[in-house]
Nanobody, 125 residues
Framework: QVQVVESGGGSVQAGGSLRLSCMVS????????VTWFRQVPGKEREGVAG???????YYIDSVKGRFTVSRDDVLNRVYLQMNTLEPEDTAMYYC???????????????????WGQGTQVTVSS
């Protein structure tokens, strides 16, 4: 059974850093793609950063230069390094896994096969 588990969230002051981890179990990450989504109460879930099976990286404009997504296919893990955090980054962050190479960044929720339970990131000013 495929499972996706996020970790690494927490509370930090503005300007601080966090590293989120996403572990995929029950199936290999090789050949598949992942996107980190985030959601705040009352708002729609939005894609933050994605990485294709071939290592192509995608970012929403507001996090470019601050966030870095990476993957380790041996450990079946995907990471989101978040630097220079801002209060606007406060959200529940979700790791979503999809089958395939992702020739362009897919941000439709329905495109993703498996989701983690989320990890909370809180940034105070």
């Amino acid at each position: 059974q495929v499972q996706v588990v996020e970790s690494g969230g927490g509370s930090v002051q503005a300007g601080g850093s966090l590293r989120l981890s996403c572990m995929v179990s029950g199936y290999t990450l090789t050949g598949n793609s992942v996107t980190w989504f985030r959601q705040v109460p009352g708002k729609e879930r939005e894609g933050v950063a994605g990485i294709s099976s071939g290592g192509t990286k995608y970012y929403i404009d507001s996090v470019k230069g601050r966030f870095t997504v990476s993957r380790d296919d041996v450990l079946n893990r995907v990471y989101l390094q978040m630097n220079t955090l801002e209060p606007e980054d406060t959200a529940m962050y979700y790791c979503a896994w999809m089958s395939g190479t992702m020739q362009y960044w897919r941000t439709r929720l329905r495109d993703y096969h498996f989701w983690g339970q989320g990890t909370q990131v809180t940034v105070s000013s």
